[in-house]
T-cell receptor, first 115, second 113 residues
Framework: AQKVTQAQTEISVVEKEDVTLDCVYETRDTTYYLFWYKQPPSGELVFLIRRNSFDEQNEISGRYSWNFQKSTSSFNFTITASQVVDSAVYFCALSERYNFNKFYFGSGTKLNVKP | DAGVIQSPRHEVTEMGQEVTLRCKPISGHNSLFWYRQTMMRGLELLIYFNNNVPIDDSGMPEDRFSAKMPNASFSTLKIQPSEPRDSAVYFC???????????FGPGTRLTVT
């Protein structure tokens, strides 16, 4: 079974629209970490955020915000007022206590922001 | 600060040839990871090292793949002999400690013809 599910394969929005990328995870551990990475067309993977399972506070960083809800096992990512430079593939990942070094990546959501 | 450095950035080789990919982790990081990314399988963890010691190589697809980390600042991933199905982007990543975020290199795009 998939540990991290990103059901949205591809999303297209027009610049300045808000967009939310969904991430649903599955784990039996009570201690775990969640991550988001961005992969722009140039190909490198860029770290965006890490969240531990004990901290459910939402996080905001500029136009980016993350909503962590343990009750629904979700860690969603919202981009406010999207820009063309936000066009990329976004990956959600999970690591669990029994092996923190092993990241389970979702299949990614490709975001297209059109001018 | 320098990020993770990988070389070469692109490699084109013929089936049956040996391929060696190289990685220099971020200075001070003690964990190093090799991933493979393909359209079909997404991002797959091949192997990771902690303090230069291989910890988990369960993701290495076959005996044709091998990885070494002779010191804290250098690692290699070798494929011998290479096959067309090995064509992919290979990423190296490093992290400072357990459960810390991993920082990825730019990747090596391997094409085996």
């Amino acid at each position: 079974a998939q540990k991290v599910t990103q059901a949205q394969t591809e999303i297209s929005v027009v610049e300045k629209e808000d967009v939310t990328l969904d991430c649903v995870y599955e784990t039996r551990d009570t201690t775990y970490y969640l991550f988001w990475y961005k992969q722009p067309p140039s190909g490198e993977l860029v770290f965006l955020i890490r969240r531990n399972s004990f901290d459910e506070q939402n996080e905001i960083s500029g136009r980016y915000s993350w909503n962590f809800q343990k009750s629904t096992s979700s860690f969603n990512f919202t981009i406010t007022a999207s820009q063309v430079v936000d066009s990329a593939v976004y990956f959600c990942a999970l690591s669990e206590r029994y092996n923190f070094n092993k990241f389970y990546f979702g299949s990614g959501t490709k975001l297209n922001v059109k001018p | 600060d320098a990020g993770v450095i990988q070389s070469p950035r692109h490699e084109v080789t013929e089936m049956g040839q040996e391929v060696t990919l190289r990685c220099k982790p971020i200075s001070g990081h003690n964990s190093l990871f090799w991933y493979r990314q393909t359209m079909m399988r997404g991002l797959e963890l091949l192997i990771y090292f902690n303090n230069n010691v291989p910890i988990d190589d369960s993701g290495m697809p076959e005996d044709r793949f091998s990885a070494k980390m002779p010191n804290a600042s250098f690692s290699t991933l070798k494929i011998q002999p290479s096959e067309p199905r090995d064509s992919a982007v290979y990423f190296c990543a490093s992290s400072l400690a357990l459960a810390n975020e991993q920082y990825f290199g730019p990747g090596t795009r391997l094409t085996v013809t």
